[in-house]
């Protein structure tokens, strides 16, 4: 089976654009999780999804934003780019939102924003 | 979720088995224990869960004592592959509100293992 993929791997963006990321969940996983990891602040929860629907927000600006399509599929968006939004951006998919139903993260998205 | 504890480095010879500690005094009963390792600039790869009783998998076993407060990662027969940072994360059980997909993530605990 396949794993979680991301894409693109690595992207450069100037300050003030907006950039759109993409996650492929592994098959019949239903829930999507997005995260941000940077060196200061490590690991970080940004949302979650499930059926479409966002169900879970992590304390991040209005910037942050995401969506999930009917085939699982999500995106995230980060508008309006500052320079500390330059991090790994990590996806995780998981069979459901269950605590007891493990998460599978992909390689993330390098991104940086100069 | 409950908090986690863990060393911020640890050595290991090849060949050894590697045990990695994590704190979680504050652990709810319906918390689960979960270790995620990353091996530097790749995503977070699950290692392994559990919920009051010891786990094993093919890649490592998970002893949770008996109050459940604190908890081990063993890896039977360390490798240099498996250098890496592992995360020790206490999840609650029952999904709803702000629990949702959400992992917590600490510092984590670095292991070298070296030959």
């Known amino acids: 089976k396949a794993g979680v993929t991301q894409t693109p791997r690595y992207l450069i963006k100037t300050r003030g654009q907006q950039v759109t990321l993409s996650c492929s969940p592994i098959?019949?996983?239903?829930?999507v999780s997005w995260y941000q990891q940077t060196p200061g602040q490590g690991l970080q929860f940004l949302f979650e999804?499930?059926?479409?629907?966002?169900?879970n927000k992590g304390n991040f600006p209005g910037r942050f934003s995401g969506r999930q399509f009917s085939n699982s599929r999500s995106e995230m968006n980060v508008s309006t780019l500052e320079l500390g939004d330059s991090a790994l951006y990590l996806c995780?998919?998981?069979?459901?939102?269950?605590?007891?139903?493990?998460?599978?993260f992909g390689p993330g998205t390098r991104l940086t924003v100069l | 979720d409950a908090k986690t504890t863990q060393p911020t480095s640890m050595d290991c010879a090849e060949g050894r088995a590697a045990n990695l500690p994590c704190n979680h005094s504050?652990?709810?009963?319906?918390?689960?224990v979960y270790w995620y390792r990353q091996i530097h600039s790749q995503g977070p790869q699950y290692i392994i869960h559990g919920l009051k009783n010891n786990e094993t998998n093919e890649m490592a076993s998970l002893i949770i004592t008996e109050d459940r407060k604190s908890s081990t990662l063993i890896l039977p027969h360390a490798t240099l592959r498996d250098t890496a940072v592992y995360y020790c994360i206490v999840r609650v059980a029952n999904a709803g509100g702000t629990s949702y997909g959400k992992l917590t993530f600490g510092q984590g605990t670095i292991l070298t293992v070296h030959p």
């Open positions: 098959s019949g996983h239903r829930s």
């Open positions: 504050t652990i709810s009963g319906n918390e689960y």
């Open positions: 995780a998919s998981s069979l459901s939102s269950a605590p007891y139903n493990e998460q599978f």
């Open positions: 999804y499930f059926s479409e629907t966002q169900r």
